[in-house]
């Protein structure tokens, strides 16, 4: 079956002040229709402007890019200006966002409700549309989404204005949901709810969901297929079940590490990466991650590591990988 | 005993509307090199305790005592002990540095304030020793919060809660901005801290693993009161309230939800 979304060889650099950067070097994965996939690494790896690429959205609208990005079965070549009116048709009906900080998403001078509205699908009659936009925030499990519709964002939690921005973004009735950290910002509890509802709405729509994150216990739990991203470039994907339980990249264990457990002992220290992720105009050469690993050797620094090794479903690109039997201790 | 808390209250008042009870009592003890942790949801109050116990708001009502005195009844230069005694690092590490302070600037200002007997070499070599215990380089010295990720600038906060030597830290959610590797270092870093320098820790948080990993003791705050608190492992093992079950459950536990797959899909396969 052809992907709902399949990117390849995806490449962006920036020009800023005479220095050249490439915050996404080398990143291919693709999302199923109807697919829960995930994109996960630590922040500044390039997991949002790859998302945002498959819509041209600033700032990757003013990169240099190459590789290609095809929507169901639409060729969008990111290498060169594709047309307006081709992109105008992929965003909302094609892809919608949902971003870390909702309040950004949402203009603070209009009503929710409008903003819904103005987020449909042309055609839509104006009185029908204003019961859709209730229905909508109904569904996304606010307790009074009437009065939710007449509020100013202003006037809701944080959690409350991220199921707004949620209902916006299903109000486009997308072919793919694009969520990017859309839980960060709000306690367990909340995160559990929005997570859930965006769960529940892709099963009854259809609609495929990319789910960009940090957190590797969201992953474990909601998507099928997962893409580990470190500076710039997959460095492991397969299905989740593999991935998590069976990690073979040094980078996957040790994001899987850093996340205390809840049944590990406790008093005891985590298991941190060591080292932050560098910028990307300063971004080592040979493997990536070799400074921070700690299972480099001297081929890592000399060379970048063949870009995914097969091995069943899951791909992985390292010299040294973790063995697939120790893996096994999560 | 450093607190000895009994039905403390905090609210917030507005003009032409009643005070809206915000914390609606509260009671604890923490003692030398204690952990405590307060987990809720948004909301739940948990903040707005932690801000009347570091003196940012006044409490409404009940007891609280430090070292044995009544907080209310404190003189000012009582006052001026307590805050060094008792120092805060919150959520928005970047926000509570200030931007135009380089962070040597913003630790010399600290122990400029807060040791006026120290001359300049010995804050020098204080500020050296703050940013090692912290665990940051040198080279972020000369740096301004701008300049540091999100992970630097918590840990510059913390040598600046240090600079004065607390007996109790009390953290607003220092990890839940960060991502999860740098969480697991400052996560490691305040464990430290208790087991060198033998400080007591107040961690408010919504994440219980993060919690459970650092505290003695937890405290599940609710709309304004504890609903459950106790030692970390009665409440995390076997909680009680159906409020801190529901907690539990909505952490996103890597192991715990590989094995609900599992299940999941043992009868089909």
């Known amino acids: 079956m052809e992907p709902l979304l399949e990117i390849s060889s995806l490449r962006l650099s920036f020009e800023t002040l005479g ?15 109807h697919g829960r996939t995930a994109l996960v690494g630590e922040s500044g790896c390039g997991k949002s402007l790859t998302s945002l690429a498959v819509t041209r959205l600033p700032p990757t ?10 929507f169901s079965g639409r060729a969008a070549r990111v290498s060169c200006r594709a047309g307006d009116a081709a992109l105008a048709a992929l965003r909302g009906r094609g892809v919608s966002y949902v971003f870390q900080n909702p309040s950004g998403a949402l203009n603070p001078v209009m009503r929710i409700g409008r903003q819904i509205v103005e987020a449909m699908p042309p055609g839509v009659p ?38 707004c921005a949620l209902a916006m973004a299903l ?7 694009i969520a990017d950290e859309p839980t960060t910002a709000l ?50 994907s397969g299905p989740v079940e593999e991935v998590l339980s069976r990690p ?24 941190d990466i060591p080292g932050t992720v560098p910028p990307p105009d300063r971004w080592p050469a040979g493997c990536a991650f070799h400074p921070r690993c700690a299972r480099a050797q001297a081929v890592c620094s000399a060379g970048a590591p063949p870009p995914a090794t097969p091995c069943g479903a899951r791909r992985f690109s390292c010299f040294n990988p973790v063995p697939a039997e120790a893996a096994d201790a999560v | 005993m450093l607190f000895e808390v009994e039905d403390a209250k905090v609210a917030y008042r507005a003009p032409g509307r009643p005070p809206f009870m915000a914390v609606r009592g509260v009671s604890f003890t923490l003692g030398e090199g204690e952990t405590l942790g307060i987990v809720g949801e948004s909301g739940s ?22 070292r044995g005195r009544e907080i209310s009844a404190f003189t000012r230069a009582e006052r001026a002990a307590y805050r060094r005694q008792v120092q805060m690092v919150f959520q928005d590490a970047a926000g509570s540095l200030n931007p135009r302070m380089s962070i040597r600037a913003a630790l010399d200002e600290t122990l400029r304030v807060h040791h006026p007997e120290m001359d300049r070499a010995r804050r020098g070599a204080r500020i050296a020793e703050l940013l090692d215990r912290a665990g940051l380089a040198s080279a972020v010295l000369d740096q301004y919060p701008r ?38 270092r400052i996560l490691n870093l305040l464990r430290d801290l208790r087991r060198n320098l033998g400080i007591a820790v107040i961690l408010v948080a919504h994440d219980l693993a993060v919690v459970r990993n650092v505290c003695d003791r937890v405290a599940v705050m609710h709309r304004g009161v504890f609903e459950e608190s106790g030692p970390a492992a009665d409440v995390f093992d076997s909680p009680r309230s159906d409020y801190a079950k529901s907690l539990l459950a909505a952490v996103p536990d890597v192991k715990r939800a590989l094995a609900a797959r599992a299940a999941a899909q043992a009868p089909t396969a």
């Open chain 2, 45 to 66: 109050g948990k903040s707005t305790l932690a801000k009347a116990l570091t003196l940012l708001m006044p409490f409404a009502g009940g007891s609280v005592k430090f």
């Open chain 1, 187 to 236: 306690d367990v509890t909340t995160q559990k709810t929005v997570l859930d509802l965006i769960d529940v709405l892709a099963r009854e729509t259809g609609m495929a969901v990319l789910l960009i994150t940090h957190n590797l216990g969201l992953v474990a739990g909601r998507m099928d297929d997962v893409n580990v991203m470190y500076a710039g470039a997959i460095v492991e």
């Open chain 2, 147 to 184: 300049e540091l990720s999100g992970g630097q600038c918590q840990r510059a906060s913390f040598a600046r809660a240090l600079a004065v030597e607390p007996s109790v830290l009390v953290a607003d959610e220092p990890v839940s901005a960060l991502d999860v590797s740098v969480q697991a």
């Open chain 1, 126 to 163: 104006r009185k029908e549309a204003a019961a859709r936009a209730v229905s909508l925030l109904e569904r996304t499990g606010l307790p009074d989404p009437a009065r939710a519709a007449r509020s100013y964002p202003c006037e809701l939690s944080g959690g409350q204005c991220q199921r």
């Open chain 1, 61 to 70: 609208d003013r990169a240099a890019a190459g590789g290609e990005v095809r």
């Open chain 1, 19 to 33: 220095c050249v950067s490439e915050p996404v070097r080398d990143v291919s994965f693709s999302v199923p229709a």
């Open chain 1, 248 to 271: 073979r990249h040094p980078y996957t264990r040790g994001l899987l590490d850093a996340v205390p457990a809840l049944d590990a002992p406790r008093d005891a220290p985590l298991r």
């Open chain 1, 171 to 177: 109000a486009a009735e997308p072919d793919l949901l």
